[in-house]
Each structure stands twice: as C-alpha cells, then as structure tokens.
C-alpha cells in the first residue's frame, strides 16, 4: 500500500514550498542542503499531517523541524542513493541574486544565524523564537545582540552609520 499526500496537504506544499526553501537556505547558505531540510521536513509532516494541521500552525511546524534539523546537523544517508547521472530540477532559484547577505551570515554560528533568520526574515518576536527553540526570550535577546555586533564588526565601522549623517560630514 502507498500513502497518498492528503488534498489539503499537497495544496499547502504548492503555496509555501517556495517560502521554506528560502527560509531554509537562508539558515544553512548552501541550496542542496536548503531543499534537503525541506524535503525531510515535508516527509515527516506529510504522515502526520491530519494531526497537525488540526493544532492551527503547520508552517510553524514545519519551520521548527527545519530550524532542529538544521541545528543538529543529522542527516540520514540510509535513504540516499548515488546515481550516475543528476535528476533535472524543477526547483525555483532559492538564492538571493546578491549574495553578500548569505556570505554576512556565514560568518555567524549557527544559533546565532537561526535567531537572526527567524527574527529578521520570519520576523517573529522574541517569544515566538524563543518557544521555537526551546529556550528562554532573555537567551534570544543575547543571542540576537551578539549576533547583531559581530555583523557590525564584519560590515565594518561605517556599515550602520545613519545616512543623514553622512551627509553631515
């Protein structure tokens, strides 16, 4: 027997397939990974999918499943299989045409890259991040100013000076 994506299901994939291959990619800089992180997410939320669709957020769901699988880098190869010759892709380009915002947040860990992708790209709260990684707003919060400084410094000293003031000069 075959499991069949439910109507609803498929229909969700459809419109925010696209929006989570960014988010994803925006969290780990590389697309092959980026449509990994999607793809397993999608599969365990398909089998379950009744289920979490009826406690109201599936995106968040599935976002949350990104964001741990991405964090703890466990990949499973049992379900990889090495072809001679690579599948054509129908994927939309997921990548930014400019790249220096994926090369600024690679310099960033990967906690502090997730909290600055959820907060500035998903734009969630402080709470909202904090429940979605299972730790306190007030580990947010530093997480986010560490992470903010240290884009600073890599900017430079000039990167986040007001445009009125320079003009001033």
């Known amino acids: 027997m075959r499991w069949a994506a439910p109507d609803q299901f498929a229909e969700f994939v459809r419109v925010r397939h696209a929006a989570l291959l ?13 449509q ?11 089998v379950a999918w009744r289920r979490i669709e009826g406690q109201g ?5 599935l976002r949350r499943i990104i964001t741990n699988r991405y964090l703890n880098r466990v990949r499973s190869l049992r379900r990889e299989r090495l072809v001679g010759d690579a599948p054509e892709t ?15 947040l690679s310099c960033l860990p990967r906690q502090q890259r997730t909290v600055i992708v959820m ?7 402080e709470a909202q991040i904090a429940e979605a990684l299972g730790c306190s707003a ?5 997480t986010a100013s560490r992470a903010i400084a240290r884009l600073r410094r890599e900017l430079g000293p ?11 000069r």
């Open 22 to 34: 960014r988010y994803a990619y925006l969290l780990c800089g590389d697309s092959h990974l980026a």
């Open 36 to 46: 990994d992180l999607v793809q397993d997410a999608l599969e365990r939320t398909g």
């Open 57 to 61: 957020d599936p995106e968040g769901y």
């Open 90 to 104: 129908g994927a939309a380009a997921i990548e930014p045409s400019d790249g220096s915002l994926i090369r600024l």
């Open 119 to 125: 907060r500035y790209y998903l734009d969630l709260s």
């Open 138 to 142: 007030g580990t947010v919060k530093s």
């Open 158 to 168: 000039d990167a986040h000076q007001h445009p009125a003031e320079e003009g001033a």
